[in-house]
DNA sequence: CAGAGTGAACTGGGCGTTTG
DNA sequence: CAAACGCCCAGTTCACTCTG
């Protein structure tokens, strides 16, 4: 710290000793403080600075121990005012030689009060009467401690205040002049109470504050005997005097009156005389009138009918208003009852479309606590119809719910994207450090949220991606080796801290990814699979442009005069398996006849499909799965895309299930060209191609039987998890 | 009993005002 | 212009009640 005070200097001004601090530090002071100086404070805050303890809260902490009395700012605010103290050399010197005594003695408060007759009130009643003479800088000082024992606010104090002092003083008596005055009495009383001593007080006495101070605290001067009698006598003339006043007062009051009264008949006899001249001139005009009269009359007539019909036009307009009035009720009446449903009636749950709307308006950063309001708003003012939403709480858990939606919807993504790119940024608010996660795939970015990690290393973030990963794998019950196979590149602004992440996945990818090729070579891939799609590789569209000979074998099939039926096998979709061994069935003869006439040199890859294809084992199991296809797989896929109801599929799921489980045991069924449809309406196409071969490859029959177990099995955990 | 609603207590940041 | 402080707001948590 930059202080020409030393820690013994700022010991010897404390006025403290080594044991003292030690008690106070350890908390084992038996009566609290009632005030702190600079020096002290200082001391106090290089003494925890030099321990291994945090410095702002545990300095608190101790002040809040050993001053019981005052209120301790909070540490923030300490932490400001002590780098203050600390940073301001002149400053600090001032304050802290002013707080030892050494030089400035003015501002010993208690002394002054003393000095001005000031005494101590009790403050248990403190807007008691017996307080109105007496608002001194003791009291004050006692108020304001009262105040922040008992947590009142300044307004309180200003409340009181205004009781206590009386109106004449014409005291400006606001909350912030309240909080002004104590901080100044606070500091010149602790100063007083630090020293106590005894010297001059003129300097303080002629600060405006003191003579502010003396003036609410002028005690009234006990009168003698005489001064009372002469005071009582004072009175008592000064009361006739008043009489006598009152006397002449009303005298005069009835001069005046009489006055106005002659003035009124003067007036009076006026009026009379105008008012005969008036008569005489009104007759005349009598006369003329008359004759007038005869002509208003035709007029008279004319208006009136004229009248008739403005008047008429009036009262449409004033129907035609009322009319606007009882329709407008009527519309505000009839969308009153126009009320939007948000609550399923039955469980009295919101409904879905409620949760979205919510949804929608926590992702463009409505608050929480706001959304009802807004979606009020918008209903009654946009929409005219009064609706139910939820409170405040009940937002926040459809919010959560969001949360968990949005989880799944990336754990879904992430499941079903051939490949994706992981993007991490780090940020910092409010003193914490966050981590931010995105995905971006083929199609688009998500957001996986913030995490709060403490430390930004590289072993953090490979674990806070790691969980993420897995946390997200958990959600699809599938193994996170599966989104590592699809992870292809991990990008971040923070390179330094990347780079041994990136090491730190790659090290976790690869020892998992391991786990799982051993597996693979465990459980290998069957030799009728890797016929399916290693021939449509080679023979198929989109398929290996490398070792692929799509070109040739078309040239090869148009001289033959037949199309290719060989799919495209992209995608690992399931069904590709099926019409693919309907595809190598049909073109069993033409890959053979192909691969082994036509190229000189075939590469390993055209080696492996001949081999396969021209090996009767592979092609039962082929067989087989053709037969599936053709009896089982289109006639589903053909349900699944038709419009039949989801709630309705059970209907065909359940004759599915005890189909499977019968030809499990026994297939010949499968075989018969006249077989029923496993489901109405879907019939399968009878596929001659396929059926001859089926039958003429040995051990279809067990195969088929095996696939039909697998199915059921499939079905069976299908049915569980919906 | 689950879902919805209510309100108190608390945290922490932003903002405005006063003071020196 | 910094320090200090109060007020307000958003958000969180928890205990409890209401209702179908």
Same mark, same amino acid.
């Not at 000095?115 to 006692?142: D, M, Q």
């Not at 009262?146 to 606010?153: F, L, Q, T």
């Not at 099939?557 to 690992?572: A, E, F, L, P, Q």
């Given at each position: 710290?930059?202080?020409?005070?030393?820690?013994?200097?700022?010991?010897? &001004?404390?006025?403290?000793?080594?044991?003292?601090?030690?008690?106070?530090?350890?908390?084992?002071?038996?009566?609290?403080?009632?005030?702190?100086?600079?020096?002290?404070?200082?001391?106090?805050?290089?003494?925890?600075?030099?321990?291994?303890?945090?410095?702002?809260?545990?300095?608190?902490?101790? @002040?809040?121990?050993?001053?019981?009395?005052?209120?301790?700012?909070?540490?923030?605010?300490?932490?400001?005012?002590?780098?203050?103290?600390?940073?301001?050399?002149?400053?600090?010197?001032?304050?802290?030689?002013?707080?030892?005594?050494?030089?400035?003695?003015?501002?010993?408060?208690?002394?002054?009060?003393?000095?001005?007759?000031?005494?101590?009130?009790?403050?248990?009643?403190?807007?008691?009467?017996?307080?109105?003479?007496?608002?001194?800088?003791?009291?004050?000082?006692?108020?304001?401690?009262?105040?922040?024992?008992?947590?009142?606010?300044? *307004?309180?104090?200003?409340?009181?205040?205004?009781?206590?002092?009386?109106?004449?003083?014409?005291?400006?008596?606001?909350?912030? !002049?309240?909080?002004? &005055?104590?901080?100044?009495?606070?500091? %010149?009383?602790?100063?007083?109470?630090?020293?106590?001593?005894?010297?001059? %007080?003129?300097?303080?006495?002629?600060?405006?504050? %003191?003579?502010?101070?003396?003036?609410?605290?002028?005690?009234?001067?006990?009168?003698?005997?005489?001064?009372?009698?002469?005071?009582?006598?004072?009175?008592?003339?000064?009361?006739?005097?008043? $009489?006598?006043?009152?006397?002449?007062?009303?005298?005069?009051?009835?001069?005046?009156?009489?006055?106005?009264?002659?003035?009124? #008949?003067?007036?009076?006899?006026?009026?009379?005389?105008?008012?005969?001249?008036?008569?005489?001139?009104?007759?005349?005009?009598?006369?003329?009138?008359?004759?007038?009269?005869?002509?208003?009359?035709?007029?008279?007539?004319?208006?009136?009918?004229?009248?008739? #019909?403005?008047?008429?036009?009036?009262?449409?307009?004033?129907?035609?208003?009322?009319?606007?009035?009882?329709?407008?009720?009527?519309?505000?009446?009839?969308?009153?009852?126009?009320?939007?449903?948000?609550?399923?009636?039955?469980?009295?749950?919101?409904? $879905?479309?409620?949760?979205?709307?919510?949804?929608?308006?926590?992702?463009?950063?409505?608050?929480?606590?706001?959304?009802?309001?807004?979606?009020?708003?918008?209903?009654?003012?946009?929409?005219?119809?009064?609706?139910?939403?939820?409170?405040?709480?009940?937002?926040?858990?459809?919010?959560?719910?969001?949360?968990?939606?949005?989880?799944?919807?990336?754990?879904?993504?992430?499941?079903?994207?051939?490949?994706?790119?992981?993007?991490?940024?780090?940020?910092?608010?409010? *003193?914490?450090?966050?981590?931010?996660?995105?995905?971006?795939?083929?199609?688009?970015?998500?957001?996986?949220?913030?995490?709060?990690?403490?430390?930004?290393?590289?072993?953090?973030?490979?674990?806070?991606?790691?969980?993420?990963?897995?946390?997200?794998?958990?959600?699809?019950?599938?193994?996170?080796?599966?989104?590592?196979?699809?992870?292809?590149?991990?990008?971040? $602004?923070?390179?330094?801290?990347?780079?041994?992440?990136?090491?730190?996945?790659?090290?976790?990818?690869?020892?998992? &990814?391991?786990?799982?090729?051993?597996?693979?070579?465990?459980?290998?891939?069957?030799?009728?699979?890797?016929?399916?799609?290693?021939?449509?590789?080679? &023979?198929?569209?989109?398929?290996?442009?490398?070792?692929?000979?799509?070109?040739?074998?078309?040239?090869?099939?148009?001289?033959? !005069?037949?199309?290719?039926?060989?799919?495209?096998?992209?995608?690992?979709?399931?069904?590709?398996?099926?019409?693919?061994?309907?595809?190598?069935?049909?073109?069993?003869?033409?890959? #053979?006849?192909?691969?082994?006439?036509?190229?000189?040199?075939?590469? @390993? !890859?055209?080696?492996?499909?001949?081999?396969?294809?021209?090996?009767?084992?592979?092609?039962?199991?082929?067989?087989?799965?053709?037969?599936?296809?053709?009896?089982?797989?289109?006639?589903?896929?053909?349900?699944?895309?038709?419009?039949?109801?989801?709630?309705?599929?059970?209907?065909?799921?359940?004759?599915?299930?005890?189909?499977?489980?019968?030809? !499990?045991?026994?297939?010949?069924?499968?075989?018969?060209?006249?077989?029923?449809?496993?489901?109405?309406?879907?019939?399968?196409?009878?596929?001659?191609?396929?059926?001859?071969?089926?039958?003429?490859?040995?051990?279809?029959?067990?195969?088929?039987?095996?696939?039909?177990?697998?199915?059921?099995?499939?079905?069976?955990?299908?049915?569980?998890?919906?």
């Amino acid at each position: 710290m930059n202080t020409t005070f030393s820690k013994s200097e700022l010991l010897t &001004l404390s006025g403290w000793t080594a044991a003292d601090v030690a008690d106070i530090i350890n908390k084992r002071l038996t009566t609290g403080l009632s005030c702190i100086t600079s020096a002290q404070y200082a001391f106090l805050y290089m003494t925890i600075a030099e321990m291994d303890a945090t410095i702002y809260t545990t300095l608190e902490e101790i @002040l809040r121990f050993a001053i019981p009395a005052i209120r301790i700012p909070k540490w923030s605010n300490v932490s400001r005012t002590v780098t203050r103290n600390l940073l301001k050399k002149e400053k600090i010197t001032e304050e802290i030689i002013s707080a030892a005594g050494k030089s400035q003695t003015q501002k010993f408060i208690g002394k002054a009060c003393n000095a001005l007759g000031i005494n101590k009130l009790s403050l248990e009643s403190p807007c008691s009467s017996s307080l109105t003479n007496s608002a001194t800088v003791e009291a004050f000082h006692e108020i304001c401690v009262y105040k922040n024992k008992n947590n009142y606010c300044w *307004g309180v104090v200003c409340a009181w205040m205004k009781k206590l002092i009386p109106e004449e003083m014409q005291f400006k008596c606001t909350p912030d !002049k309240m909080k002004y &005055l104590h901080q100044k009495v606070n500091t %010149l009383y602790q100063c007083f109470m630090k020293n106590r001593k005894t010297e001059d %007080l003129q300097e303080f006495k002629n600060t405006n504050f %003191l003579k502010f101070i003396n003036s609410t605290t002028k005690a009234s001067r006990i009168l003698t005997a005489e001064e009372k009698q002469n005071n009582e006598l004072a009175k008592t003339c000064l009361k006739l005097v008043g $009489d006598q006043k009152q006397n002449f007062q009303e005298i005069n009051c009835l001069m005046e009156e009489k006055a106005i009264l002659r003035e009124m #008949i003067h007036e009076q006899n006026k009026q009379i005389n105008l008012n005969e001249a008036k008569l005489t001139k009104q007759k005349l005009q009598i006369h003329d009138l008359k004759g007038q009269k005869q002509e208003n009359e035709t007029l008279k007539a004319e208006i009136k009918e004229k009248q008739q #019909i403005e008047n008429r036009k009036q009262e449409n307009i004033i129907l035609n208003r009322e009319n606007k009035i009882v329709n407008d009720e009527l519309n505000s009446l009839q969308n009153k009852n126009k009320k939007v449903i948000t609550k399923d009636p039955d469980s009295r749950r919101y409904t $879905d479309d409620l949760r979205t709307c919510i949804f929608e308006l926590q992702g463009i950063d409505v608050p929480s606590n706001k959304i009802s309001n807004v979606i009020r708003s918008v209903s009654d003012n946009i929409f005219h119809s009064s609706v139910d939403l939820p409170c405040r709480s009940t937002v926040l858990n459809i919010c959560d719910e969001a949360h968990i939606v949005a989880k799944q919807q990336i754990s879904e993504t992430l499941a079903n994207s051939e490949n994706f790119d992981f993007f991490s940024d780090g940020t910092g608010r409010d *003193g914490k450090k966050i981590l931010d996660m995105r995905i971006h795939t083929k199609k688009s970015t998500l957001s996986l949220g913030y995490k709060v990690i403490a430390k930004e290393d590289s072993e953090t973030v490979a674990n806070v991606i790691k969980d993420t990963l897995q946390e997200s794998a958990s959600y699809q019950n599938v193994n996170v080796q599966k989104f590592l196979l699809s992870l292809s590149a991990m990008m971040s $602004d923070r390179s330094s801290v990347m780079k041994k992440t990136n090491q730190i996945i790659d090290e976790w990818r690869s020892s998992e &990814l391991s786990q799982q090729l051993n597996e693979v070579e465990n459980n290998s891939e069957p030799a009728a699979v890797r016929l399916i799609r290693t021939a449509s590789e080679i &023979l198929g569209p989109r398929g290996d442009e490398k070792n692929g000979v799509r070109q040739q074998w078309l040239a090869f099939m148009h001289d033959k !005069k037949k199309s290719s039926k060989i799919i495209n096998y992209r995608g690992n979709r399931f069904n590709n398996l099926f019409t693919g061994a309907v595809s190598i069935v049909y073109h069993q003869h033409d890959v #053979i006849d192909f691969l082994s006439n036509y190229f000189e040199t075939p590469n @390993l !890859k055209l080696q492996s499909v001949l081999a396969d294809i021209s090996c009767e084992g592979v092609m039962s199991q082929v067989a087989a799965i053709a037969m599936a296809s053709v009896l089982i797989a289109e006639p589903y896929w053909n349900l699944i895309n038709s419009n039949e109801k989801y709630v309705d599929l059970y209907k065909f799921v359940r004759p599915l299930q005890s189909k499977l489980a019968e030809w !499990k045991i026994n297939c010949d069924e499968m075989f018969d060209r006249n077989m029923k449809p496993l489901f109405e309406n879907y019939p399968h196409v009878t596929d001659e191609i396929v059926l001859n071969a089926a039958m003429c490859f040995p051990n279809v029959k067990s195969n088929l039987n095996k696939i039909c177990e697998a199915m059921l099995q499939k079905l069976r955990g299908s049915l569980k998890t919906t």
